[in-house]
């Protein structure tokens, strides 16, 4: 479990940075991650945020970022509940692949 929480902020950062091109919301929330010690209660403030944002999302292309976004931080919450360490950091780069 402690391998997944030293990196869950690098993939945290990482599916932020790939929102930042079409909303303006992920520049402010990669500063709170950066800056944040990053407890549950982040991850879930993200997830809530990243929900919002896909109901207001304009276009397809838009809403399939951010879904794809949402389903990588469901998935660093799955195996960090799961205390899962097994294949976790590529089954994340591959959803990272999809954003």
Do not use: C, P
């Amino acid at each position: 479990m402690i391998y997944i929480k030293v990196n869950k902020k690098e993939y945290i950062l990482k599916i932020l940075e790939k929102l930042e091109s079409s909303r303006n919301l992920a520049s402010g929330l990669k500063i709170l991650v950066l800056f944040w010690n990053l407890e549950d209660t982040m991850l879930d403030m993200l997830i809530k945020a990243i929900k919002s944002a896909v109901s207001s999302a304009k276009n397809v292309k838009e809403k399939n970022k951010l879904n794809n976004s949402l389903k990588a931080l469901e998935k660093i919450k799955q195996l960090e509940a799961s205390h899962s360490v097994e294949n976790w950091e590529q089954e994340l780069d591959n959803l990272l692949n999809y954003i």
